[in-house]
């Protein structure tokens, strides 16, 4: 089985570029250029002192020894919470804007839905001295105000997208409007392994420092460049591609992706795509959905804003579909609890989506002998106002 991107975008039956002609010459000027620029020399000796130096990058590799108490086996957490802005986003802004640099563009749009991503690309944007736009949803500009205020201290022009339900997809809508209308100068800066073919495997391939480091890591400290399971939170999936990259084809690694089932799959408050979704196209790609009869993209709920997306990228629909990758759903209670076990037994406060990784701990059978990397995709100081109103 092969599971990287083919000369046509695809993954399996996955991926592709359903784009409106009007965005075709954009998207065939990126497709055409990419990989020359990401795997030149002055590209990667470029990228690879930013991670160093501004990312501050290898993050550690932390074997977590009350938790593999608990779990009675060995767990380690790949720690991306202490990336710079917080989360493992930035692995791929600071890739992105140095790709569209050298493409020559001057001006960076984004959408963002929590406002994660949006405060990634307004960092990078920062320290490259670039024009950035951010859209994001009137209703998610309410609700996310400490990442809106941060995007604007970082010079970033927020733009509220007031269609629809006015959250992701609506930004999403008018990210590409505005790409169509600038097709010149500006460069469309995607935060997941979603969207039309070349952006899953240009993201897949930044975040791949993860796995990258993680052999490595476990070289030194198991004598062995692998784990037995490797475990990560799955939204559009960036986190996950890159925890899993390097071990696509490694059958001795099990790939643990998680979903977040939000009040539970059966209330119709849940994002957890796999389980309710069916096949069809969004933000340019075809995947798996959580769509009604009419292919009407269905509001998706969590109490975990990164989680919050209607749908997966085409990797890992192709990971799901093939077997590869074995999906499991963590409801926000569950999430609650993981968070506040890790706090607690290793003084770690994580970001609400990395807690439904660790919630995943509770549902496999582990055995002593098993090495487990959890990916540890983010910090929770973002999520302080939910921990503290969930009464646990
Ligand atoms: C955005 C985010 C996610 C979800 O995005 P993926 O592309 O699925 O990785 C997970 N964890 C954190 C901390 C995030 O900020």
């Not at 939170?233 to 099990?254: R, T």
């Not at 309710?276 to 798996?288: D, M, N, P």
């Not at 890790?342 to 509770?362: F, N, R, Y």
Request: some cysteine; proline content about 4%; glycine content about 10%.
């Amino acid at each position: 089985m092969n599971y990287t991107v083919n000369d046509f975008g695809f993954y399996g039956n996955f991926g592709g570029a359903y784009v409106p002609e009007m965005l075709f010459k954009n998207v065939t000027e990126l497709k055409d250029c990419y990989l020359d620029i990401i795997e030149s020399n002055e590209f990667k000796k470029e990228y690879s002192n930013l991670l160093k130096d501004y990312v501050g990058r290898p993050t550690p590799l932390y074997l977590a020894k009350n938790l593999s108490k608990k779990y009675k086996s060995t767990i380690y957490l790949k720690r991306e919470d202490l990336n710079h802005t917080g989360a493992h986003k930035i692995n791929n802004t600071v890739g992105q804007i140095l790709l569209a640099q050298k493409m020559g563009k001057k001006r960076i749009i984004a959408e963002t839905g929590a406002g994660q991503h949006g405060v990634a690309t307004a960092t990078v944007c920062a320290l490259m001295g670039l024009e950035c736009i951010v859209y994001m949803g009137e209703v998610d500009i309410k609700r996310q105000a400490p990442n809106v205020a941060r995007m604007k201290m970082l010079g970033a022009k927020v733009r509220p997208a007031i269609s629809g339900s006015k959250t992701l997809k609506d930004a999403t809508n008018e990210a590409i409007r505005d790409w169509i209308a600038n097709p010149e100068d500006t460069y469309y800066l995607i935060g997941s392994v979603v969207g039309p073919h070349p952006y899953p495997d240009i993201v897949a391939r930044f975040q791949s420092i993860i796995s990258k480091e993680m052999k490595t890591q476990l070289e030194e400290k198991t004598g062995k460049d692998y784990p037995d399971k490797v475990i990560a939170c799955v939204g559009g999936g960036s986190n996950a591609a890159g925890a899993f990259y390097h071990y696509l084809n490694n059958e001795n690694v099990a790939l643990i992706a998680v979903e977040a089932d939000g009040l539970g799959v059966a209330t119709g408050k849940s994002a957890a795509t796999t389980q309710l979704g069916s096949e069809g196209i969004i933000h340019g790609s075809k995947t798996l959905l959580i769509q009604n009869n009419e292919g009407q993209i269905t509001e998706p709920y969590s109490i975990s804003a990164g989680l919050d997306y209607p749908g997966i990228g085409p990797l890992h629909a192709h990971l799901f579909t093939s077997g590869r990758a074995t999906f499991i759903g963590v409801t926000d209670k569950e999430a609650l609890n993981a968070a506040y076990r890790l706090t607690k037994t290793e003084g770690i406060i994580p970001a609400l989506e990395s807690a439904h990784a660790l919630a995943a701990l509770d549902k496999l059978d582990l055995s002593p002998n098993d090495t487990v990397v959890v990916n540890l995709s983010g910090r929770g100081d973002k999520d302080m106002e939910t921990y503290m109103n969930s009464n646990l």
